[in-house]
């Protein structure tokens, strides 16, 4: 068989890519002669439209409407992002155009006076050689042809023109000597058409017009400037001057006056050291955004909304905005900013806003400016608070006696109401003095920050409060006994100390404090941030669910945030307690496989009871059940789920603690019956008094029966089956019960069940019989 291609194969390739070649030319010989339309000099579009149209039917018409729409809209949105993001650019240039006309104007007029002058002198020299020809002519001749001709009655009128202007300027009739002006400069146009007046004659009209002209200018720009010329005053020379032709002087001059006037009366204004922040604010803001809303109103008024003078105005503005800040900042918010004031600031703040905002009314919306001006001043206020808060607490930390107890009935101060109504609602819980002076701070800083909003620092208020809280959390992290060695790991914990809770109920006051905080208290308060509360409805208890569901994203991961740093105090109280119930002071462990490992031997008789490190788990289980009754009423679900942590503690460095399997798997002498149904036994206490305490969890139960299934494989290597050794299910329940009955003193319960209301009904302990047959086949497969 041939290899290669066939010669027919070969040649249908070659025709085809010949093909291919000839239709690209072909198209690209289209595009070209479509393009030559264009290219013509004699290119009408209107009929080229015409003629494209015509072979468009209906649909396809709308269509390509509907197309050079969307490309409109397209092209519109396209400008309005360029100009925004080109705004500065934009008013800049604006200005510069503006200049560049006035000076344009003012070039035109100087032109136009030196070609006048020009043209003056070239015609007198003229007319004068002339007139010397013609007499010498005359008297060579001995005869005059003709006599000097009068002056018309025009010609008087223009020749009392100037003395006329003179008085008027003198006497300073505005309107009068604009009206004068206008009226010469028709005639000048008028003969200058019809040729009625002499070239001499309408070139000095002219030039009188250009000087008269500009002392008007002149005097006009003069009594603008002065300091002493009212509003009225002000308004009619501004509009004379723009009368004039100079538009963009007469505004510079506007804007210039209104600074002037709104400086002079600044100079009875004097801060000193001692003067009160928001009065001096209130004092400034009112001279400052009176001015700018003057200037804006007499801007409207003389030139109307004209780009290039509102862009000026808008400039001119913003320059004062940034003064009057500069001011604030030096002599108002400097001091409180750095004290942490930040009621003051805020008030300042607020304030100035006030004001600010009502020049939206007149056009000017520079809120924006003036927020951010402030910003950096109320961000260094709010970082001293709010290390003014962790300092505060943290002095208090170190001499608290965690005692929880009702927090001092609110006092009457310059709070608002809803401050009041927050230290009510905190009322009912009982806190440590540390906590309660930690919530009082929290609840006064966001009061504070209320007025504060515009500025959009709410998450930066949120981020520094979770940053004082997780420091709080860190000192009393401290205060547990067993975390001595921890305190290197802890961000910021240098130089602060927590006194030492050195019982079981100090220790449940640590995690009452912060539970409450975190869950409760922290994020009520941080709701006053949100404008779903700052109705009339927000102590409704019926609008407590709503609220939470529509809660800002951003405040709901804050409290996740806040359970974090609870969850963390929480893993160090089970862990120390853990360590606590496992280990001596010594370092030896209570729960090892020897106590298991040689229960088997010559024993005639064994009393069966829980192993002594399991009996103090439940002891301290029931003991910090009685505790959490009393301090976490209502928020039983929190003891419940700190009850099941620590159990799970427990039993999961029981399953991990690899020293143990491997003493029962290889150790020095096997699991013996015995010592199974010991284990057996154990582990059947913890799942009956966790259930009766509804805190055994599924990741417990499951836990449990891998330990169980583990202890079962190991007696099976024996070679023994368990199921044959272990007794009846009700057998080792029946012990389960006596001894929760003997240690807690409990009346036992009705045949020995479970709360059938328990939480945890549905993931109740497995029947041992079930354990037992999952065991066995792991460990033995064909065993007996």
């Known amino acids: 068989m041939a290899s290669g291609k066939t010669p027919s194969s070969r040649s249908r390739a070659h025709h085809s890519a010949a093909t291919k070649g000839s239709a690209a030319r072909d198209n690209a010989g289209k595009l070209e002669e479509n393009l030559n339309v264009f290219k013509s000099d004699n290119f009408d579009a209107d009929s080229y439209v015409h003629s494209k149209c015509n072979s468009l039917n209906e649909k396809e018409i709308r269509q390509l409407c509907s197309y050079l729409l969307d490309l409109k809209k397209a092209s519109a949105e396209e400008m309005r992002r360029s100009v925004y993001a080109n705004y500065s650019s934009f008013i800049r240039t604006s200005k510069e155009i503006s200049d560049l006309e006035g000076e344009l104007s003012s070039m035109r007029n100087l032109l136009s006076t030196q070609a006048t002058i020009i043209h003056s002198l070239a015609e007198g020299v003229q007319i004068d050689s002339m007139s010397d020809s013609v007499m010498n002519g005359n008297a060579a001749n001995g005869s005059l042809h003709e006599e000097v001709r009068e002056p018309s009655d025009l010609e008087k009128r223009l020749m009392e023109f100037p003395d006329l202007l003179d008085v008027l300027l003198a006497e300073r009739r505005i309107d009068e000597a604009l009206a004068r002006l206008d009226e010469g400069e028709q005639i000048a146009a008028e003969a200058k058409e019809s040729g009625a007046l002499s070239p001499a004659v309408l070139s000095a009209l002219q030039t009188a017009i250009t000087e008269r002209r500009q002392k008007l200018a002149d005097q006009l720009a003069e009594a603008a400037g002065q300091p002493s010329t009212r509003g009225g005053e002000l308004r009619a020379a501004v509009l004379a001057l723009k009368k004039l032709g100079d538009g963009p002087r007469a505004h510079s001059l506007l804007l210039s006056a209104h600074y002037q006037r709104y400086q002079y009366n600044m100079q009875s204004l004097r801060p000193s050291s001692t003067s009160y922040g928001g009065a001096y604010t209130a004092a400034l803001s009112q001279l400052v955004f009176s001015a700018i809303g003057q200037a804006a109103s007499d801007s409207l008024a003389i030139f109307g909304k004209e780009p290039a003078y509102t862009s000026e105005l808008v400039?001119?503005?913003?320059?004062?905005?940034?003064?009057?800040?500069?001011?604030?900042?030096?002599?108002?918010?400097?001091?409180?900013?750095?004290?942490?004031?930040?009621?003051?600031?805020?008030?300042?703040?607020?304030?100035?806003?006030?004001?600010?905002?009502?020049?939206?009314?007149?056009?000017?919306?520079?809120?924006?400016?003036?927020?951010?001006?402030?910003?950096?001043?109320?961000?260094?206020?709010?970082?001293?608070?709010?290390?003014?808060?962790?300092?505060?607490?943290?002095?208090?930390?170190?001499?608290?006696?965690?005692?929880?107890?009702?927090?001092?009935?609110?006092?009457?101060?310059?709070?608002?109401?809803?401050?009041?109504?927050?230290?009510?609602?905190?009322?009912?819980?009982?806190?440590?003095?540390?906590?309660?002076?930690?919530?009082?701070?929290?609840?006064?800083?966001?009061?504070?920050?209320?007025?504060?909003?515009?500025?959009?620092?709410?998450?930066?208020?949120?981020?520094?409060?979770?940053?004082?809280?997780?420091?709080?959390?860190?000192?009393?992290?401290?205060?547990?006994?067993?975390?001595?060695?921890?305190?290197?790991?802890?961000?910021?914990?240098?130089?602060?100390?927590?006194?030492?809770?050195?019982?079981?109920?100090?220790?449940?006051?640590?995690?009452?404090?912060?539970?409450?905080?975190?869950?409760?208290?922290?994020?009520?308060?941080?709701?006053?941030?949100?404008?779903?509360?700052?109705g009339n409805f927000k102590d409704d208890p019926r609008r407590r669910t709503s609220d939470r569901q529509n809660r800002h994203p951003e405040q709901r991961e804050w409290k996740r945030r806040l359970v974090s740093c609870v969850d963390r105090l929480k893993d160090s109280f089970c862990r120390q307690h853990a360590l606590d119930l496992i280990f001596t002071e010594e370092g030896d462990s209570h729960l090892t496989a020897d106590m298991y490992l040689y229960m088997d031997g010559d024993v005639d008789e064994i009393e069966w009871f829980p192993s002594a490190v399991f009996q103090e788990l439940y002891a301290k289980l029931n003991r910090m059940a009685i505790l959490a009754a009393d301090m976490f009423v209502g928020r039983e679900r929190f003891a419940t789920l700190l009850l099941m942590r620590l159990t799970e503690t427990v039993i999961l460095w029981l399953s991990e603690d690899q020293s143990f399997w491997d003493d029962i798997h290889e150790g020095p002498r096997p699991l013996g019956a015995l010592g199974l149904q010991q284990f057996y036994l154990d582990m059947k206490f913890v799942m009956c008094f966790a259930s009766q305490g509804r805190y055994l969890s599924r990741n417990l139960l499951r836990v449990l029966n891998e330990i169980i299934n583990k202890a079962m494989i190991a007696f099976s290597s024996t070679g023994m089956d368990p199921n044959s050794v272990l007794p009846e299910d009700e057998w080792f329940i029946e012990i389960s019960q006596e001894a929760i009955e003997r240690l807690s003193g409990k009346p036992k319960a009705a045949n020995g069940e479970r709360d059938l209301n328990s939480p945890t009904a549905s993931v109740s302990a497995q029947s041992i019989s079930s354990v037992r047959s999952h065991g066995s086949s792991q460990g033995t497969g064909q065993t007996l």
């Not at 805020?346 to 806003?353: D, F, G």
């Not at 609840?443 to 515009?454: A, I, K, R």
């Not at 404090?513 to 779903?532: C, G, I, Q, T």
Request: charged share 20%; proline share 5%.
């Open 315 to 534: 400039m001119w503005a913003t320059k004062q905005i940034e003064t009057f800040a500069q001011l604030v900042k030096r002599h108002a918010l400097a001091s409180s900013a750095a004290a942490g004031g930040l009621r003051a600031a805020a008030e300042c703040v607020q304030i100035a806003l006030g004001h600010c905002s009502l020049l939206e009314s007149r056009g000017l919306a520079l809120c924006p400016v003036l927020l951010k001006l402030f910003r950096p001043s109320v961000e260094q206020s709010l970082d001293a608070n709010l290390k003014r808060i962790e300092e505060s607490t943290a002095a208090l930390a170190a001499a608290d006696d965690w005692e929880l107890v009702y927090p001092p009935p609110p006092r009457q101060s310059v709070r608002s109401s809803s401050a009041t109504a927050a230290s009510i609602t905190s009322y009912q819980y009982k806190l440590s003095s540390s906590a309660h002076r930690f919530n009082f701070m929290v609840q006064d800083f966001f009061e504070d920050v209320g007025p504060l909003l515009s500025l959009q620092l709410g998450g930066k208020m949120l981020e520094g409060l979770f940053q004082v809280f997780n420091s709080y959390v860190n000192l009393l992290i401290k205060a547990l006994p067993g975390s001595m060695e921890e305190e290197a790991s802890f961000e910021g914990s240098v130089n602060k100390i927590a006194r030492m809770a050195e019982t079981e109920a100090q220790q449940m006051a640590l995690l009452a404090n912060a539970s409450l905080l975190a869950d409760e208290l922290l994020p009520r308060a941080a709701m006053k941030l949100s404008p779903v509360n700052q």
